[in-house]
Each structure stands twice: as C-alpha cells, then as structure tokens.
C-alpha cells in the first residue's frame, strides 16, 4: 500500500489531513509534517525519519510550494530512495484525495492524471458563474 506524506511549512498539513480525514475517516496510510512551528528547526531529522519507518512501502510526498524549502528538502531523499519516493508539489485537496483514495497502487501515470484532473479544479468562479448566467440568459 502506498503511503501518502503531507509535508508543508506550518501547519498546513494537519489542515490537509483533517480534511481528508472528513471524507475518509479509517485512512491509515496518511501521514503529516509541519515545518518551521514555533521555530522548530528538526523537519529535515523528523522526515528522514518517517522515511525509513515507511520503507520499503511506496510513498508519495506532498509539498506545498514548488522549490520552497520543504520541497528542497523532501527532493533531497529522492537521492537517496530514487524510485521509492515521488513528490508531488503544489498540492490541493482535490489533488490529495484523489490519490489516496485510488483503488490501485500509485503509478505514474495516475499522479500525473490526479495532477491533470486537479488543475480543471482551479475555477476564478466569478467568470464561472458569468459564463453561466449568459448561457441561461439564451
């Protein structure tokens, strides 16, 4: 079973995992990782360490910005466990919760479809509902 990691600066991941947690509440294969709270500094120590506790499952990382220093960290393992461990940046729920709730084992393929699938979920809904109300007015 693939084991999903959120990995975020603050406490953004308790958010992320909370979230899921309403919609599936017997996930056993989520973990989180805060960064920089009241400054703690052991994040690169505490995810080294859920890393090997994990191994030799698959697992997927989530990071919440591209190139921040959670993401540099987290892709700093990726030498070390190269082909055990995928991160996935920019993460949002939708995104999240299609992942963990696959049916399957995580590929490639699937990430890069959940992360396809996840953009069409960014909607600026004032020119959604524009949009709409136009069509209706036809």
Do not use: W
Request: proline share 3%; with cysteine.
């Amino acid at each position: 079973m693939t084991q999903f990691i959120v990995a975020t600066h603050s406490t953004l991941a308790l958010g992320f995992e909370q979230a899921v947690r309403f919609f599936a509440p017997d996930i056993s294969n989520l973990h989180t990782l805060t960064a920089y709270v009241d400054g703690d500094t052991s994040f690169e120590s505490r995810l080294r360490a859920l890393i090997s506790t994990l191994l030799p499952a698959e697992i997927a990382v989530f990071t919440d910005i591209p190139g921040g220093s959670v993401n540099r960290i987290v892709c700093e393992q990726l030498e070390f466990e190269l082909g055990r461990i995928r991160v996935i940046s920019g993460i949002n729920l939708s995104l999240l919760l299609e992942l963990i709730l696959h049916a399957t084992p995580i590929t490639d393929a699937a990430i890069r479809e959940a992360i396809k699938n996840a953009r069409t979920q960014l909607v600026y809904m004032n020119d959604a509902l524009e949009t709409q109300e136009g069509e209706e007015d036809l």
